[in-house]
């Protein structure tokens, strides 16, 4: 099967990444991804506002996702919106397992991704940047979280789709892992697959995981590495 960008089935596109970019966050990182161009940025540990959230055993993590009006064609309305609210609490949830929140009891850490221009997959690109800001911010980590979706357009069962194959996508599964256990901390699906292809599917985004951790390491390698 040829794909629009002349990719394989298994083929990621082209992914590179920066740890350390934004002098004032206490962590940074930014991920280009295809089209796709993400900057992540982590404040704290810091002291819980409001305080009524402090919990006295562990730190809070909070992640909010935002689009630039200018990052997808027809401009966004600034601000958030039903999806950046559920994306930013799935994030959470992908990236709270391997943060060891204990460290900080009565605090919080607060996650930003800003998304600067969208073309599909910009979940797994933020989660990818967020885990490496968390590094870069030194938060103890029991490993990295990696993302990657797999999905199914024209017919055929495919790693990473671009914007155009999501369009017209017949399915699309965003997943991310942490990859030393491969426990699962991320798992979406919109559209409908057979129990083979679902499998397919996850073999997939599984193999775009473990890749994207090599990435990830060698960013931190880059950065710290020696
Ligand atoms: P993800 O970016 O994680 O794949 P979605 O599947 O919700 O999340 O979105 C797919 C793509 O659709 C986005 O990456 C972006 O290119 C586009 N998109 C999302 N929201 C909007 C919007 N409000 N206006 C225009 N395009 C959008």
Redesign the pocket.
């Known amino acids: 099967m040829k794909r629009g960008d002349g990719r394989k089935k298994d083929e990621l596109r082209n992914v590179r990444m920066e740890v350390g970019v934004l002098k004032r966050a206490d962590g940074s990182a930014y991920v280009e991804w295809g089209n ?1 161009k993400v900057f992540a940025s982590v404040y704290g540990p810091r002291e819980v506002i409001p305080r009524f959230l402090a919990r006295n055993d562990r730190a809070i993590l909070r992640c909010k996702y935002n ?1 630039t009006p200018f ?4 401009r ?2 600034p601000g958030p ?1 039903r ?1 950046s609210v559920e ?1 930013g609490k799935v994030t959470a949830g992908a990236l709270e397992p391997a943060v060891i929140l204990e460290t900080y009891p009565n605090s919080m850490i607060n996650v930003n991704i800003e ?1 600067m221009q ?9 989660i990818t940047a967020a885990t490496l800001a968390l590094v870069d911010a030194g938060i103890p980590m029991r490993d990295l979280v990696s993302a990657c ?1 797999a999905g199914k357009a024209n017919d055929g069962i495919i790693l990473d ?1 671009s ?1 155009e194959e ?2 017209k996508g017949q399915a ?1 599964i ?1 997943m991310a892992i942490m990859p030393r256990s491969e426990e699962v901390t991320l798992l979406q699906m ?1 559209g409908i697959l057979t129990e083979d292809e679902l499998e397919e599917a996850l073999k997939l985004a599984v193999g775009g995981c473990k890749s994207i951790y090599e990435l990830q390491k060698n960013a931190l390698m880059a950065k710290y590495g020696e």
Do not use: F, H, Y
Not at 71 to 74: A, K, L
Not at 118 to 126: E, F, N, V
């Open positions: 796709n689009m990052s997808v064609e027809d966004k309305r919106d999806r994306i998304v969208a073309d599909a997959g910009t979940r797994c690109a933020g979706a789709l914007k999501d369009n699309d965003p919109d």
